[in-house]
């Protein structure tokens, strides 16, 4: 056997490979993760704040006639988050966190409007609870479970901080988030 020439990796070589690439692997799977859960707060909250400056374009100061079909069906909303073939509540879809949206006049308000994001995770809601909505005209609030964690209270300016959002947003799942604007 003097003089051969052995090619090739042993059985040991190859489980070591393996198991290198099973580690990045997890590894890059849990960072993609997360990404992408950041990635959809981001759009969440473009979404939100795209709506509200176009609403404010559309209406003067009477929101009674607000709806996801209107504001759709004048173009004011990507066909990303309505379809046109739906009426109602149900024209609003693909919320980017959560399982749905709307938007609709403030009940006994019709100076201000409202836009719902339902069943959105504890991670998502406590993020976008967070968010510097800013201390614009139109921004009055945020509730989460009727709770206003951002914006206008009582004319009292209440900022986020994360106890506060950590608290609101107490289901794992199934937070609801209000705005509201005028």
Request: glycine share 10%.
């Amino acid at each position: 056997m003097l003089g051969q020439n052995q090619n090739g990796r042993s059985m040991i070589e190859m489980l070591g490979v393996l198991a290198i690439v099973g580690v990045l692997s997890a590894g890059g799977i849990a960072g993609y993760s997360v990404a992408m859960k950041s990635h959809k707060v981001n759009k969440a909250t473009d979404m939100i704040q795209l709506i509200s400056t176009q609403v404010k374009g559309l209406y003067s100061d009477d929101f009674a006639d607000i709806s996801c079909k209107k504001l759709g069906d004048l173009g004011y909303l990507s066909a990303e988050y309505y379809d046109s073939t739906k009426t109602g509540d149900e024209a609003c879809v693909a919320a980017p966190v959560g399982d749905s949206w709307k938007i609709a006049q403030k009940t006994g308000d019709s100076s201000r409007y409202q836009i719902f994001l339902n069943n959105v995770e504890k991670a998502a809601c406590i993020k976008l609870a967070q968010v510097n909505w800013g201390e614009s005209a139109i921004f009055e609030s945020l509730a989460v479970g009727g709770t206003i964690v951002n914006g206008l209270s009582d004319n009292v300016r209440i900022k986020p901080t994360v106890s506060d959002a950590n608290n609101a947003c107490a289901s794992e799942n199934a937070n609801n988030l209000v705005w509201t604007f005028k």
